[in-house]
Nanobody, 123 residues
Framework: QVQLVESGGGLVQTGGSLRLSCVAS????????IGWFRQTPGKEREFVAA????????GYADSVKGRFTFSRDNAKNTVYLQMNSLKPEDTAEYYC????????????????WGQGTQVTVSS
């Protein structure tokens, strides 16, 4: 089992940057693909990015490609989502999640989830 804890959310102005972190418990962190999703009230959870077990492969939603960078440090059981050039439409609760398969953008494919961290981008 993996427990995930996100941090790094907050309030930022349009064009600003934030770095989200997700720390995992357990010794099998490197066995999981990690994804970031986001959700706003009344909408379905939306795929943002994913990173492979070693970190060599990444995938991004078109809406964040070129602005967000996903990385991982397996020695620290941590992944990072660097978010630059933020827009008001990036405002959401952001969740990290763990899956066993690559490459999937479906929330249903992710077995473990964190509690979320709020990102708010003001215009």
């Amino acid at each position: 089992q993996v427990q995930l804890v996100e941090s790094g959310g907050g309030l930022v102005q349009t064009g600003g940057s934030l770095r989200l972190s997700c720390v995992a418990s357990g010794r099998t962190f490197s066995s999981y693909v990690i994804g970031w999703f986001r959700q706003t009230p009344g909408k379905e959870r939306e795929f943002v990015a994913a990173i492979s077990w070693s970190g060599q492969s990444t995938g991004y939603a078109d809406s964040v490609k070129g602005r967000f960078t996903f990385s991982r440090d397996n020695a620290k059981n941590t992944v990072y989502l660097q978010m630059n050039s933020l827009k008001p439409e990036d405002t959401a609760e952001y969740y990290c999640a763990a899956a066993s398969t690559w490459y999937t953008t479906s929330p249903g494919s992710y077995r473990y989830w964190g509690q979320g961290t709020q990102v708010t981008v003001s215009s």
